[in-house]
């Protein structure tokens, strides 16, 4: 960004979170894109085509595919999640947001989220789906004890799930680790603690 400087002087700087490479992207006039998206501890959103990247320019930002200012308030600590054309991102003390890609641009306001707000550090997403059909967006709510949430990816306003809804704490499972992702293989969701690993999936029948 053009204000790098005065950013990492302020402890607001890109590099807290990661870069997604997102699946190619046709614009408004059939041009296929490749896009890199990211956010880091300003609360913007940074698009790049990552055959013109567009250099450093020390006056403005002009150079970037695009850029979405102050959507998601709090600091990124994590990356975001694609799921069919849509991006999650889990800012620190914001709601895990969903934001829609419309012919190779970001929608430039959250399409929906969550009621839960998360705390430092924010919460990494992980999605699941039968292939692009019925997608779960999975994340760790860093509480006491850790939650594990699952929302509609079509909809994040929409939870299906959560650990701390079983009677007598059934689905509790300590404390996730500082940046844990969920990771979703074989039907089942995996979430790390300090001492464990937890595993997420249906009851049989009793």
């Known amino acids: 960004m053009y204000n790098t400087v005065s950013e990492s002087d ?4 890109l590099g807290s979170g990661g870069v997604l490479l997102l699946p190619p992207q046709v614009d408004a006039h059939g041009i296929t894109r490749n896009l890199a ?3 880091g501890k300003d609360g913007n959103i940074y698009l790049a085509d990552e055959s013109k990247m567009g250099k450093f320019n020390a006056k403005n930002n002009g ?3 695009q850029e979405v200012k102050g959507v998601l308030g709090g ?11 849509n991006v999650y991102f889990g800012p620190q003390s914001g709601s895990l947001a969903q934001f829609k890609f419309s012919k190779a641009r970001l929608s430039t306001a959250a399409v929906s989220a969550t009621k ?3 705390t430092y550090p924010g919460t990494i997403p992980s999605v699941s789906a039968n292939g692009t059909a019925n997608g779960i967006v999975w994340t760790v709510e860093h509480a006491n004890p850790s939650v594990l949430h699952a929302y509609r990816a079509s909809n994040l306003a929409a939870e299906i799930y959560n650990s701390n809804q079983a009677a007598r704490g059934r689905d509790h499972f ?3 680790t500082h940046f844990g992702v969920p990771t979703i293989s074989n039907g089942k969701v995996y979430v790390g603690t300090s001492q464990s690993v937890a595993v997420f999936g ?5």
């Not at 302020?10 to 700087?13: A, F, I, V």
């Not at 600091?75 to 054309?85: I, S, V």
């Open 10 to 13: 302020s402890d607001e700087d």
């Open 37 to 39: 998206v990211g956010a």
């Open 63 to 65: 150079a970037l595919y």
């Open 75 to 85: 600091g990124m600590w994590a990356m975001p999640a694609y799921f069919k054309g």
């Open 116 to 118: 839960e707000i998360f």
């Open 174 to 176: 300590g404390s996730a």
């Open 202 to 206: 249906l009851l049989g029948a009793r």
